[in-house]
């Protein structure tokens, strides 16, 4: 999951 972040930290925001 962290990968992901790391990787797109556009999605965290949209997660967040």
Not at 1 to 16: A, H, Q, V
Request: aromatic share 12%; charged share 25%; net charge positive.
């Amino acid at each position: 999951m962290t990968s992901k972040i790391l990787k797109e930290p556009i999605s965290f925001s949209r997660t967040f």
